[in-house]
Each structure stands twice: as C-alpha cells, then as structure tokens.
C-alpha cells in the first residue's frame, strides 16, 4: 500500500478525531450492500467518540408486502404466488404453502402424493444444502478465511479440490435440479402442490431416475463430508474460529422433529430448546402463534422472531430472551438425532467434537448443514425406493368449506410458517408469513455488532474485518447465495469510515476480482 | 416490441403526407362548427401537408380540390371532414381513385351528423371536431392500400310476398329475362288488393286489372311460383345468396291439379264449416277449397285442420273419385325444404290491417253491425259472400252508415303514424255505399289527407254526392238510446270540432276504418334476412330518400308497404324501383365488397383454434398439417370478432387493425 | 482478465433471485459464459455506491441484465445509472420485463401494506404501532432506509429499455439463446423480446388434443377436479393463459400437468395479456343471458390475479386507481 | 409497443367536463347516432365515437387502452341480442363485457364509467339518452386518474 495513501488516511482520521472530539460528532461505518432474502442487506456501524463501535445496525431495507396482496386471490394460487418470495428456496414456500391448503380444505393427501412431496422436498434441500456448502461456506474454509482474498473464492475452491470434483459438485446439483423439475415442473417455482395432493404422477421411469441420483447423491455427500473432515477438522485453527466466543451466542433454538423427536425437514412438530439444551417447548405447527412473536424495529423492514412467553428484551441473548435461531445448528440442537443411519453417526460426531448439546457456536452451522445433507440424501434413497412411489392415486379432492390454514417445513434456513384466512370461496383474506430467515434476523444482527465491536476500533479497520464480518451472518446462509457463487470472486464490500456530514475520512474497498485497495 | 409507423412531431414518418380537408355543407357544419379553426388546428398536425376548409367537400369542384391537390402536392393519405361516412365515403374515395390513390387512404371524420346537428356550443362541437380530425389524421397513417373483391352476381331473384308489389316486382323482373322466384305464403297470390272491390280514385275494379298480373305470373316461364310456401334461412351474401324455402303441403299435387273443382263440389260435407279467410270469415268453405276463383294458383288446397280424412281416417274420399284418374290429390304429401340460389332479393311482404277489437270503445266484436273497412269491401264486392249486395247481419239494407276514420291511425294508444291510405279508401267506401244503398253515410275524419293525383278531386265529388263529414275523434260507439229515435240503433258519438259540439248520430252500420300496421312476424323475417326494422315495425330503408328501397346488407331490398303504409300506385312504383336496383346489380355481373376481411399472420398463429367457434360463417378452419387457422377470405363478412378474441393478436381485421384502432383512441384524447 | 472480453453485468431490483439461479442452472455452460465474457457486477454481490457505477465511462458496459421490478427511489436511480453506463439494457426475467408476481401488489397501496405486514399481522406484537421510518433517529444515529412507492413499475416505465428476455424466471433455454444473440452480435430490433413470437399453444404437447369448437360452461379449479395428464387443460375447464403467453419454455407447467399462469408475457403484437386472454376466454363461454353468462364466468374468482398474474404493472392500467384521488367538487 | 408514452389530460383547472370515448357498432349504434344527427336531437358533446364493424371487434384492450389514456369513461353501442349484423357478435361482446366489468370493479374503476348499450338503427333517443346520462353519472364521479400522483415517485417518509 503506498505511503502517502496510509499517510492520507492518518491525517484524515486524526482531523476527524479532533473534530469529534470537540463537537460530539460522531462517525461511522457502512458496510452496504450485502444482501439476503428479500434483495440486498445493510450494515450501519456506529462509533462513538472514542471511535469504538457503539451500535451497529444490521437492516434489510426491502419489502415486497406478500402478506398484502396475496390477499382476495385463490387460495390455491399460493404455493406458485408465494414461492416468488424467493427464488434460491421457493420449494420451501411452495410446500409450505400447498401444506396450509391441506389444512386449509382439512384434507389428507394419499401416501402416494405425501412420499412424492417429501423426496421432492429432499431433493430440493440436497441441492440448497450444497450450494451453500461448496459456493458460499466454502471460501470460508476450504481456502481459508485469511487466505489472500483473490484466492477465497469459488475458484479457490476449485483449485483446492480440483476442477472435476468441481464439475462433480455442478453436475450433481443439476441433476438434482432436474429431478425437481421432473415432477414439480420448474426447479425455481415449482408448481406440483394441491390441496390434497400434487398434480403430476411418478412413472417407473421417474422413479428409476431418481433411485440412481439418490443413490449418486449419498457417495458425493460422503465425499464432502470426507472433504470437509480433512480440510476443517484436521485444521486447528479453523475449529478454535468455531469455538471462538466472537461468533458465539447462547439463544433457543427451534426446528421441526418427528415422533421421536428426530430432525425432519417435511412434517412433524415444532420443537424448542432453551440455551442450557432442555426441551423448553413442543408444539403442533399450527399452534405456532402461542410460541412465535414478531418484533418491529424502525430501522428495518424485516421483523424479528422471538419467544412470546419470553418475550422481546432487545438484541441480548441468555435464557431471559426470547431471540432464537433457526436453521441446520437449531435443527440438529433441537433434536435427538437423525432417521437415517450414516446421519445419525455424523450427528453423533458432531456433537462429541463441539462438545455436547446445545452448540452455540454460529460457524457450526457449516458442519450442521452437510449432517443435514447427508440425511437428505438418504431420505431421497428410501423414498426413491418405495413401490408405493409410482402409485396413481396422488390426490384426494378437497369437499370441506376453506376457512383457515397453516402450512409449516423447515426451509434450508430455517423453520417456515405460512398461514392463512380465506372466504367461502377459498380466496384469502388474510396471510400471515414467517420466512426462515425472519426468525435468525436478531440473532443475524447480534452476530454482526459482536463482530464489529470485536474487530473494529476506530477508522483502523484491518482486511480481515470484513470477511470476518461477513462470515457472521453468511454462516446463517441468509439466502444471498445464488449469485456470488458463479462468478470469479467472493463477496466484495466496502467498508467507508465517514463524518456525519458523510465527508470520506477512510475508505478501504475490495472489488470483485478480490483485490484489496486503500484509498 | 417495435413502434409501428406512427406521426413523430414534425416530420411525416415514413413520407407519409396528409391532406385534411373540411366540409362547411353550407351552413350545416359550420353553423355549429368552426371549420376554418378545425382546418387551421389539422395543418398543425404531424404529417398533415395541406389542409383546407370548403363550402361543399361532396361537390365535384370540392372533390377536384382534393385530386388536384394529391396531383399537386404528393399526398397519399386523405382525412376528410364532412358528414357521416356511410353517406359520403363512397364519393371521396372515387374522388381519390380518380387521383390514382388507393380510395382506402382515406378516412373520413363524421362531424355533421355527429357533431355540428348534434351540439349547439360552438366551442365544445369545434372541439369535438378537432379531436376527432387529430384521431383521423393519427390513424390515417397507418392506413394500407387495399383492394375490393369482386364477386359474381347470381341473376336469379327472389321476391317474397304476392300481394301487387311482389308481383309488379317479379313481372318486371322476368320481363327482362331474369329468373325470379316467387314466394307466397298463402295458397295463392293476390294479397290483399284481390279483397279489394273498386281502387280509389278512378273506381275501376281491383280484380279487373289485377288478375291479368295474377295470371300472368302464374304462366311465366320466367317465374317459378311457390305459394303455401315461406323462406327459413337465408345464408350467403350480395350475388350469391343460399335460400331454404319450406313448402307447406297442400296435400294437392300441383302438376295434376287443373282447378276445376269437381273435388270441391264432390267434398262429403255439402255445406262449407269453416270460416272462409279470404272472405274474412264473412262465409264459410269446405275442406278442400279454392280461396277465391280468380286464385293463381288455380289449385285447390286441402286444410287438414277440418278435413275428416285427417282427423278420422275414415272419410269416404269423395274428393278422390270425383278427381277420378287425375288422382291430383295426395293424402301423403309431407312438407319439404327447396334450396335455391339468387344473387337478390325483394322483400314485398306487405302489411296487415289493424286489429279493431284494440279499440273496445268502438264496439267491433261486440255490435254485430260494426265492421272493419276490409270486411266492408269483401261485402261489396261482387265476388264477395253476399255477391256485392250490402246487407247487415239480420239481412236487411242499411238506412245509415258512419265510417269511422284512423281507427288505429294516429293514436297515442295504438299507432302513431299515419296509415296514409284511409282517407282515400274510405271515401271510396263512402261512395260505393251511398251508390249500392242509397243509404246517408256519414264520415268521421280527424284531418282529411288526399294528396295524390285525382285524390283530392275524389273528395270533392263525394261532398257533391252528399256524404256526411264530421270533422272529429269518435268517441264512442254504443247502442244505449238516449231518445226513441235512437232505438234499435248504434249511435257515434263525436265532437264536431267544426261546428263546437258533440253529436249523437245514429246509424245501422259502422264502418271502422282501420290503419296499417306492420306484419305480425315482421321481425322474425328481417332477422331471416338481416335487416332492421324503425321502432314502429317497419323494415328499414337504406336511406330514407336517397335509398328508399335498400337495406343494410347489400342485395336485399324491400318494396311496397312492408316499408311503410303505401297505397297501390306507391306499392307497383316502389316494387319498380326494388326491380330496378336489382337488375342494377345483376347486369353489373359483379359485385365490389369492402375488402375488411380478417387476415392471419401465419408465424404468429399459435393454432390454439380460439378463433374457430367465433366464426359464425365458418370461414376460419384449422389447417392439421401446418397447425395453424386459415381464413376464407371469400366467406368473411368482416365483423372483426375473431380479431378482437385471438388471443395472440395473430388476427388483424383491414381497415380496422388493433393499431389503426389504438391511434384514433390515442388520438382522440390525446392533447395537442 | 483480457478487456477484449465483452463487459457483462446483472443487477437486481425487486425481485426474489429466481433470475440469478436460472443463470446458476445453466449449470456446465456457466463456465463457457464466464469465459466468454467479463462479468463486471454482479447484483447481489458487489458494492454498487452510486460513485463507484459513476465512475465507469458511459456506455462501457456491453450488457447489463436487470432483473426485478422499481419500488423503491433507489432501484429507480440505479435503474437510471445503468442505462446510461450500458450499452443494452436488458429486462430480464417477468419483474422487470412486465411487474412480476410482485406487481400485484399494485392492487394496493403502500400504506394498506405496512399496516398488514407490522399491523395486522397475527404474529407481530406491535403495542407502540412503530413502522419502518425511511430515515430514522436513535440516539443520534440516524439511520436510512430507501423509501418504498405505491406503485410497482416496470423497467421500461423508468429507463429506456434496448431488450426484454421473459419468464418467471427466464426458462433456460430462452436464457442460452438470448445470451448467444447478444454475444454474437446478431442485434434484432430494439424493443424484442427475445425469445420465440408466438404463443405457447405452439409447442404445447396437448395442443393436439384441444377441440376446435370450445365452450366453456363451468372454469374449474386445480383443486376441483382429478387433471388428465395428457388432455389440453382448457379442455378440461381449467383456465390455462398458454394462448395469450409467449412460448419458450417448452410448457414447463404444462408438463407438470398444471396450467400455464402466463409468465413470459405476451406475444409482439399484443399490448396488453390479460385483456387478451380474457377476450379469448370470455367469447368462449355459454350462455346469452346475462345471469347465465355471470354463472360461468363467476367461476373465475379473481380475474386480475389470474389474468395479470406477472403483468398489471406492465399492463395498460398498471395499478389500481388510488382511493386517494378525488373528483374536484 | 407495450412502452407506449401516456398523453394524459393536464387535470383541468376548470369545471370538469369529463371525456368519454364510444365504439359504436356500424349497423345499428353508428347509424342511430347519426339519425340523432338527422333528427336534430341535441346532446353533450363529451363523447367520441369510434366507429366498428361490429361491436364484437370492440378488443378488451380498446377499452383499457382508452381508460389508460386518460378517458373518464368507455360506452360500447351494439346491436340488440339476436339482431346481430353478423349473426353473433354482440353475444361475444356482451360476455366479455361482463368480465372485463368485473376487471375493472377489481381495479378500482366505477361501474358507471363503462357501459354496454343495444341501440338499434331506428333508435336516436336512446344514443342521445344514454349519452346524456352517462355523462351526468361520470361528472359525479370526476376525473379517472389512474397515473398515481407524481409525488408518489419521490420518497415520502412512511
């Protein structure tokens, strides 16, 4: 970095302090944009006078207002309508969505059309999963979170694990892809879902299809975890970055458990731990409005779940407040364990290395995401098997009067409620919808200010901030993913230290080919 | 999605260049309308090179303003704004043809008829005018050379009804050595002038010059007459219509039948039972009967209603033996359908008389002694059921008559209109009444209307013979006596208006004149061939006097009092005229269309076949091979409906193309 | 990178990221694309500051492909910057090219939607009734969030716009070829919508089996009745947009036996889908008296939702009128 | 073609005289508008008539079209039921007529802007009956305006 640059940003940084120092103006950093569900994601840090971060705001400054105008439309139009919400999950929505007409006609659909619905979903969350896993946690870790940034990305990866199991990790997910599209029409917005079933039959031919990927898809996820194992776990210092308390929080945690209470991404109940791991609470998915409460915050569009009988105590953690967090770590803290055989030992695993139930530690969720996979994969393999699979008879014919409905799956990112109203004539009055990424939205923003505290001082803010930074939320997978990962390089961002008056004191940028300039 | 020539600002797109001319029609439009401020706003628009204003567009110098100007300044796309389209369109675009322009580069802006005799702010219609000239200018633009189909004229013409008007119609016709058919519903020709006894005003007898028509059609080589018979569908279009005729059985086959009536004479019951229509039920006929001897047909007709052979089965079928080896008559006969092609048609179906029970207070149905003038006539004519001898219904002659005139004629309660021919026949009623009984009779007018050659003479006659004329509505008609001198009488009570006062008369017999009204199913039949009808009833000219005998679909006209109340003169003149028109057209030997048919864009087509149930001429159909709908332009009449229902936009309608239509909305609220 | 590679860059507005992963799903080709050429942005993941977009010469990027609708003052102002730093500006995917799904909230406006989504909604505990603030003061700090309008536009409604590439999101192979015809160079005229012009009855597999005289007595509902997987849907009363609808997608929906919603817009010479599929619709339904014909068309329950599923805010009326407008007494 | 730029009306300072556009079927409506003409019966000068074969080319999109471009109100004159010049064309209009309404109520326009009248040729009264009370019931509503208001394009604070 030249001298005089370095010089420049020092001068700068003491007129600043002085200025600050004499008329309390206070400055700031704005991380902006990085994105998430609904378009792109915003942090606002703020420095106090002796340029320590004194609150940092993590905002999403977008909204679409589904729960508005889906209201006077066809209650059966929702699954195609709300799987708009987003395009990198909308098999999520769509199944959230057709379970809620289930309910909504009080219908039961055949065994046929449940087992097609749930290898469908599997399949979906297989090819989720991994795209997080190799795209977007990858960089973090394959290549390394201090490795030069130019290198910590896709292609990084590539060179890490080579160019055909890089082609490997494309093919298998477009297979997986054009299974969904199979039988649920379009891989992004699926259109299978009815009420009381799914409108398109599996043949023996779409079965066979999908007994050879599912059985393709339980080696390749043995390959990652195998990847992941030598390249993570045998690293000390990536698993100490796990453990270290800066990406640490002690919430609940909230996922979906069969019967016995093991994880299950389709249906089942809604379980809660505290953060000392006891069960604290275990419901019916539509009971979900006695347990889950939304916040409202000014600065951000996006509302924040919490706990109601806890209750809202602002961005602190502990027993005493109701944020918890969702996605593949609650899942498997939630749980007993897993149904399928090689998952339940990677569950086991898991959690002897980390050390017990609950984890608390935010970047397990990287590891927690490929157990997941791997259930997945095996899940698609029994499914894929059943003889009932290419049964016709795959719907049941709605006869009650709609009135109300809730629809509830574990989405990739986390526990997914929709829930509607509807007149006579099955067109809804009113729609309430909880996405996954809403109920890790406090915990997201608490992560974020514990990392901007813990790594900013001042105008002095080194590279490593801002992947540090980012890993924060990332590792939460808020659902950015589908663009960084084709293109040469990783997330770039832009860290600006400014006067209130918004004049530039400091401005550290990397750009998208990975480069890193001070200016 | 790319812009289709449209009038960017200032330049003429596409060399377009627009001349806009503007119509005062003397003081018509430009009373109301500011036609130099509407042709000054038009020379202002995109693309507009000249723009004018004249007394009289329609004019010949108007029309070689425009040609020359075409010449002269390069034009090639006219606007012309002056009276509705449907009146003058057709000259401005010869106009245009003469200048070597295609005569569909044109449109033409309605503001008479729609704007200046409609509106009376000067302001708000030249407003109006000037909106309507910008949409016209904007869509002119767009508009694309286009041809008329010719299409052949079949000569053949069918004329349906055979009173006086269809048969004037049919003879002239075949005079000129033109097939004609001729349809009558009834089992004979003659309609109601054969009911006639004497015509106004010259009295000579209706049967001496009308059966020599009848027969004459009867024996035409030209004519093939079809009575008993009625039209049921009409398909096709101007040239080459598709007739289906039903032809009632009259259980006599034709060909055998040689009307001498010994069947008749034979018939098992002696005396007729049923009432006899052609005598309006003032006698009674057989089963098998002749309506009337002069019928053309001569053929008998057998009425299964009252036919024993019909109800029972059993009938000795004296008629048979008595037709003995002609055996003419056939029990079996069913009723067929004839399919025949014509390239025209005249409509004579005539008019009925009006229904006198409408008005109780004149007592018709309720006094023996009052009578409708058409029952009056069938009384006094020779061949009527009294032989000609003016009897009441106790037999006994009439002291006193009183005609009363607009019985449902000129009445808020029944008919508005006029019925045109009362007066005249009702004085010829009145005369041969006083001739035949010497009886007083007594007139019972509102307005006396003779208009007609001879016709007002005619009245002055009478008021020499000594008829009576009250000038006043009947009240009433009753046989209440309000002195003994009323007694056993039926006494009309009026308001003289002349002389101030309302008279008691009382006479023997009443004569209700009663007014023409249009036929019972006058609907029905202009549905069959697609014509309209006024708000009265009556079918729909063209033009009320520039095309009196036209209609709206091209090829059909309509003659005699199916238009509207004529008398005999004004029937045979109208039935000339329908003649006319149609050997107009069959000695063009073709016909020019509007060439607004649908078009298909063929890559567009999608063939998801929306469009084929809208055609409700079966002119589009879906092509297998290529998977795409195809029109036949022949069969299009150009409706549009297939355009405006495709739901890729592959169909356009010439001459009114989506983006033809969109400019002249878009230029008719645009702002300039 | 070499600069001879032309400049590509995407951009994302309102929209879901259903766009960013159908270019995700060319999957193997993906690699060809990045060779072929330089990716300058990428929406969602570089820092796009107005200064930095500034600072590239105008008109130096080739192509910008933005995806997603204008809300919002900012996606309106980037909109505008990116128009003019690109060559071409794509619309690409339903959102932009006609409102999308989102869109349909034109049928309200803004206020009605934050009172549902803060207010009205079951879950949210909201006692102080606070709503998001576009610029917000707390302790101090004041922090922003871009304004959202009432009413949802569409690209060509903001900037000037050279092509449109439809779907919901863009099928694939409509991608492969519009991508192909802008590297290639072979421009068609301004305005297309690159992808095939003729509606999807084209390439329907069931196109055989519709009946060439249609008409409609009852719309059904998916839920109503047991679809037949191989009998044109329309046929079987359910209301398919397929002939008002581009083709392209090789009748993804259709193949998973429901019917087409119209996501690729309509066909070149059509101004506005819904309209037109109603038209067809409607002029096939039964019935000559008024009552009859409400019975059978009332089996449509919701009209703008079904007709402009993916384009009231490209469609002629845009939006809904707003309550607010009164006539001047 | 879709991205056609809207002329929308200024909002007239003035009394609003609202603007009102009529495709008039050219057998029936067309030909008694002009009978009203002929008869010299007077009415208000706030429509424009387009004239069409038949109303059954009236395309849905006309209508939207006009109400886009800054129309208070659309009237469709047709042919009465069975009277149709082309045999059907009016059954086709009146149902889509009947959706298109029920469109419109969704998007928030008042019945009373559009209207489907049978006007037969003979019938002058009743063009200029219908015109006279159309335009009476859309000067009681005011203006469309459907463009939302220009502010709605600059941020307003929520």
Redesign the interface.
């Known amino acids: 970095m030249p001298e005089e640059k370095e010089q420049a940003l020092h001068q700068a940084w003491q007129e600043g302090a002085a200025r600050a120092n004499a008329g309390y103006v206070r400055r700031r950093i704005t991380i902006d944009p990085i994105t998430r569900l609904e378009g792109h994601g915003k942090i606002d840090i703020f420095l106090d006078e002796a340029g320590q971060v004194e609150r940092a705001y993590f905002q999403v400054p977008e909204l679409r207002g589904f729960e508005k105008f889906v209201q006077?439309r066809p209650a059966e139009d929702m699954p195609q309508i709300t799987s708009r919400i987003c395009g990198v999950c909308p098999t999520a929505h769509h199944m959230a969505a057709t379970k809620a007409l289930d309910n909504l006609y009080r219908v039961d659909p055949p065994p046929t059309a449940k087992k097609i619905r749930e290898l469908v979903y599997n399949t979906f969350m297989a090819e989720d999963h991994a795209l997080h896993f190799y795209f977007l946690g990858g960089p973090d870790f394959v290549v390394g979170p201090d490795a030069p940034p130019a290198e910590r990305n896709v292609l990084g990866v590539i060179g890490k694990i080579g160019i055909e199991t890089a082609r490997r990790v494309i093919a298998m997910r477009r297979r997986w892809r054009e299974l969904i599209a199979l039988v649920a029409g379009k891989a992004v917005h699926p259109v299978f879902g009815l009420p009381g079933g799914v409108a398109k039959r599996v043949t023996p031919e779409m079965q066979k299809q999908f007994q050879e990927v599912a059985a393709e898809g339980v080696e390749f996820t043995k390959f990652t975890l195998h990847l992941f194992e030598d390249v993570v776990l045998k690293n000390t210092d990536y698993v100490s970055l796990i453990l270290s308390d800066l990406y640490t929080h002690r919430t609940y945690y909230m996922g979906m458990v069969d019967d016995r209470n093991r994880v299950n991404l389709y249906d089942g109940w809604v379980r809660v731990v505290a953060p000392d791991g006891k069960e604290w609470k275990k419901f019916r998915p539509d009971q979900y409005l006695e347990t889950i409460a939304e916040h409202v915050e000014p600065w951000s569009y996006v509302k924040f779940c919490y706990l109601k009988q806890v209750g809202w105590k602002g961005f602190t953690e502990g027993p005493e407040s109701g944020i918890y967090s969702v996605a593949p770590l609650a899942r498997l803290n939630v749980s007993n364990g897993m149904s399928t055989t090689l998952a339940q030992k990677a569950y086991e695993k898991f959690f002897s290395v980390l050390g017990g139930k609950p984890v608390h530690h935010t970047l397990a969720n990287h590891w927690a995401r490929l157990v997941e996979l791997l259930y997945a994969t095996e899940r698609m393999k029994e499914l894929a098997a059943d003889p009932q699979l290419t049964d016709p008879t795959i719907r049941v014919l709605p006869t009650e009067k709609p009135r109300e409905g809730i629809g509830v799956v574990e989405a990739p990112r986390g526990t997914l409620v929709h829930h509607y109203q509807t007149d006579e004539n099955g067109l809804i009055q009113k729609a309430n919808l909880i996405v996954a990424t809403q109920n890790n939205a406090a915990r997201m923003a608490m992560s974020v200010e514990k990392v901007a505290k813990g790594l900013i001082s001042g105008a002095d803010v080194p590279e490593g901030v801002l992947n540090r930074v980012e890993m924060a939320f990332r590792a939460y997978d808020p659902c950015h993913g589908c663009a960084t990962h084709s293109l040469p390089g990783s997330m770039p961002l832009l860290v600006r230290v400014r006067s209130q008056s918004g004049q530039t004191l400091a401005l550290l940028r990397r750009d998208f080919d990975g480069s890193v300039h001070r200016e | 999605?790319?812009?289709?020539g449209r009038p960017t600002n200032g330049s003429n797109a596409g060399g377009v260049r627009v001349g806009v001319y503007v119509c005062h029609c003397g003081t018509n439009i430009a009373g109301t309308v500011d036609v130099r401020a509407v042709s000054e706003y038009a020379a202002g628009l995109p693309g507009v090179v000249v723009s004018r204003d004249y007394k009289y567009m329609c004019s010949d110098p108007g029309q070689a303003l425009i040609q020359h100007d075409i010449q002269e300044l390069a034009l090639n796309r006219i606007v012309v704004a002056s009276c509705?389209?449907?009146l003058h369109e057709p000259t401005f675009r010869r106009a245009l043809d003469r200048a070597g322009l295609n005569p569909f580069l044109l449109q033409v802006v309605?503001i008479?008829?729609?704007?200046s005799?409609?509106?009376?702010?000067k302001q708000?219609?030249t407003?109006?005018a000037n909106?309507?000239v910008r949409?016209a200018v904007r869509r002119v633009f767009l508009h694309k050379p286009l041809q008329r189909r010719r299409v052949p004229i079949n000569p053949n013409v069918l004329v349906v009804g055979g009173g006086i008007t269809g048969i004037h119609a049919a003879l002239t016709l075949a005079e000129a050595g033109k097939h004609v058919y001729l349809v009558e519903r009834e089992p004979t020709i003659g309609g109601h002038m054969a009911m006639f006894d004497k015509t106004f005003p010259t009295l000579d007898c209706a049967a001496c010059i009308l059966t020599p028509k009848m027969t004459a059609v009867g024996s035409h080589p030209g004519i093939t007459l079809w009575t008993y018979s009625e039209v049921v569908k009409v398909a096709g279009y101007v040239g080459n219509y598709r007739v289906q005729v039903k032809r009632k059985p009259r259980y006599i086959i034709e060909d055998l039948c040689l009307g001498c009536q010994e069947c008749v004479t034979a018939c098992v019951y002696k005396e007729g039972k049923t009432p006899d229509e052609f005598n309006l039920g003032l006698s009674k006929r057989k089963p098998v009967y002749l309506p009337f001897p002069q019928a053309v047909p001569q053929k008998v007709v057998i009425d299964p209603e009252t036919c024993i052979e019909f109800k029972s089965k059993k009938c000795k079928k004296t008629c048979v033996e008595a037709c003995g080896d002609r055996q003419a008559i056939d029990f079996t006969q069913k009723e067929t359908l004839e399919e025949i092609e014509v390239g025209t048609i005249i409509l004579a179906t005539g008019f009925k008389t009006f229904d006198a029970g409408r008005n109780p207070y004149y007592g018709y149905g309720r006094y023996p002694n009052v009578y409708t003038s058409l029952e009056v006539e069938r009384l006094i004519n020779a061949a009527g059921p009294t032989g000609g001898e003016l009897l009441l219904r106790d037999g006994k002659r009439p002291q006193a008559v009183g005609i009363v005139h607009c019985v449902g004629s000129r009445d808020a309660n029944t008919n508005r209109w006029c019925s045109k021919v009362c007066c005249m026949y009702s004085l010829k009623l009145a005369h041969l009444i006083k001739e035949r009984t010497g009886a007083e009779v007594y007139n019972f007018y509102i307005d006396m209307r003779t208009p007609g050659k001879g016709y007002e003479e005619f009245y002055d006659r009478l008021l020499d013979e000594g008829v009576h004329f009250v000038r006043g509505r009947v009240a009433e008609v009753t046989d209440w006596a309000a002195h003994p001198s009323e007694k056993g009488k039926l006494v009309i009570r009026a308001e003289d208006t002349l002389a101030a006062f309302v008279r008691r008369i009382p006479v023997d017999m009443v004569v209700l004149s009663v007014g023409l009204e249009p036929q019972l199913d006058a609907q029905a039949v202009r549905?069959i061939f697609?014509i309209?009808?006024?708000?009265e009833g009556w079918f729909?000219e063209r033009h009320p006097k520039l095309a009196p005998v036209r209609t709206?679909?091209e090829g059909v006209y309509i003659a005699g009092a199916c238009q509207g109340p004529k008398d005999i003169p004004d029937s045979v003149a109208h039935a000339g005229a329908a003649a006319a028109e149609a050997l107009a057209l069959i000695d063009a030997q073709f016909v020019e269309l509007e060439p607004?048919t649908a078009f298909i864009f063929e890559d567009a087509c999608s063939g998801c076949k929306s469009c084929i149930p809208?055609c409700?001429y079966q002119a589009i159909s879906f092509a297998e091979e290529k998977k795409k709908a195809t029109i036949n332009e022949v069969l299009c009449?150009?409706?549009?409906?297939c355009?405006?229902?495709c739901p890729s936009s592959s169909i356009q309608?010439n001459f009114?193309e989506?983006e033809e239509?969109?400019e002249?909305?878009?230029g008719?609220?645009?702002?300039a | 990178m070499t600069p001879a590679k032309p400049k590509l860059a995407f951009y994302w507005c309102s929209s879901c990221g259903g766009c960013e992963e159908t270019v995700v799903d060319l999957a193997e080709a993906i690699l060809d694309v990045v060779a072929a050429v330089e990716i300058v942005f990428w929406p969602v993941a570089l820092d796009f500051k107005r200064n930095d977009v500034e600072a590239m010469p105008d008109g130096s990027i080739m192509a910008t492909f933005l995806n997603g609708a204008i809300r919002t003052?900012e996606q309106?102002d980037m909109a505008r910057l990116l128009r003019r730093k690109s060559g071409l500006l794509v619309a690409f995917g339903s959102c932009s090219h006609l409102g999308g799904i989102p869109g349909l909230a034109n049928?309200f406006d803004?206020e009605s939607i934050?009172h549902a989504v803060y207010l009205e909604s079951p879950s949210t505990v909201n006692p102080e009734s606070v709503?998001?603030?576009?610029?917000h003061h707390d302790k101090g700090h004041t922090v922003e969030l871009?304004?959202f309008?009432?009413?949802v536009r569409t690209l060509?409604?903001i900037v000037d716009?050279d092509y449109y590439v439809p779907g919901c999101p863009p099928p694939p192979r409509i991608l492969r070829t519009a991508l192909q015809t802008l590297l290639e160079g072979h421009l068609p005229p301004k305005?297309t919508v690159l992808a095939p012009d003729c509606a999807l009855c084209d390439e329907c597999p069931r196109q055989d089996t519709k009946p060439e005289t249609l008409s409609i007595a009852e719309f059904k509902r998916p839920q109503e009745l047991l679809i037949d997987e191989k009998t044109c849907l329309l046929a079987q009363g359910l209301t398919c947009i397929g002939p008002a609808t581009r083709a392209g997608c090789e009748a993804l929906c259709i193949q998973g036996n429901m019917p087409c919603t119209g996501c690729c817009g309509p066909t070149?010479r059509?101004?506005?889908q819904?309209?037109?599929i109603?038209?067809c619709?409607?002029?096939l339904?039964e019935?000559?008296e008024?009552a009859e014909?409400?019975r059978v068309?009332n089996t449509?329950p919701?009209?703008?939702g079904t007709?402009y599923r993916y384009g009231l805010p490209?469609?002629?009326?845009?939006?809904?009128?707003?309550?607010e407008?009164?006539?001047?007494? | 073609?879709?991205?056609?730029q809207l002329?929308r009306?200024?909002?007239p300072q003035a009394a609003?005289e609202p603007?009102i556009?009529a495709f008039f079927c050219?057998?029936?409506t067309?030909?008694a508008?002009?009978?009203?003409?002929?008869s010299?019966?007077?009415?208000a000068?706030n429509v424009?008539?387009?004239?069409?074969?038949?109303s059954?080319?009236?395309?849905?999109?006309?209508?939207?079209?006009?109400?886009?471009?800054?129309?208070d109100g659309v009237l469709i004159g047709g042919c009465h039921?069975?009277?149709c010049?082309?045999?059907?064309?009016n059954?086709?209009t009146?149902?889509?007529y009947?959706?298109?309404r029920?469109?419109l109520r969704?998007?928030?326009?008042e019945e009373e802007r559009f209207r489907l009248e049978w006007i037969?040729?003979?019938?002058a009264d009743r063009v200029?009956n219908a015109i006279n009370d159309m335009v009476e019931r859309v000067r009681?509503?005011?203006?469309?305006?459907?463009?939302?208001?220009r502010e709605?394009?600059?941020?307003?604070?929520?």
Request: hydrophobic fraction near 40%.
């Open positions: 006077g | 999605m790319p812009e289709t509705s389209p449907l309605n008479r008829e729609q704007v005799w409609v509106h009376l702010d708000a219609a407003a109006k909106d309507l949409a549905r697609n309209s009808c006024s708000s729909l709206f679909t607004y809208l409700p009449k150009g409706c549009g409906t355009v405006a229902g309608q009114f989506d239509i969109f002249e909305i878009e008719v609220l645009a702002y | 003052a309106e049928l803004r934050l709503l998001p603030l576009t610029c871009p304004a309008h009432n009413t060509d409604q716009v305005g070149s059509v101004q506005d819904g309209a037109k109603l038209s619709l409607a002029s339904v019935g000559k008024d014909i409400d068309l449509i919701d009209p703008v007709f490209g469609s002629f009326l845009r939006r809904k009128k707003l309550n407008v009164q006539a001047p007494k | 073609m879709r991205n056609r002329t009306a200024p909002q609003f603007r556009v050219n057998w029936c067309y030909l508008a002009d009978l009203t003409g002929t010299r019966m007077k009415y000068p424009r008539v387009i004239r069409l074969m038949c059954g080319r009236v395309d849905p999109q006309f209508v939207l079209d006009a109400f886009a471009q800054g129309a039921p069975g009277d010049h082309y045999q059907e064309g059954y086709r009146l149902r889509r009947h959706l298109l029920r469109l969704q998007m928030g326009i037969s040729a003979a019938e200029r009681a509503l005011g203006p469309l305006q459907l463009e939302p208001k709605d394009r600059e941020e307003v604070a929520v």
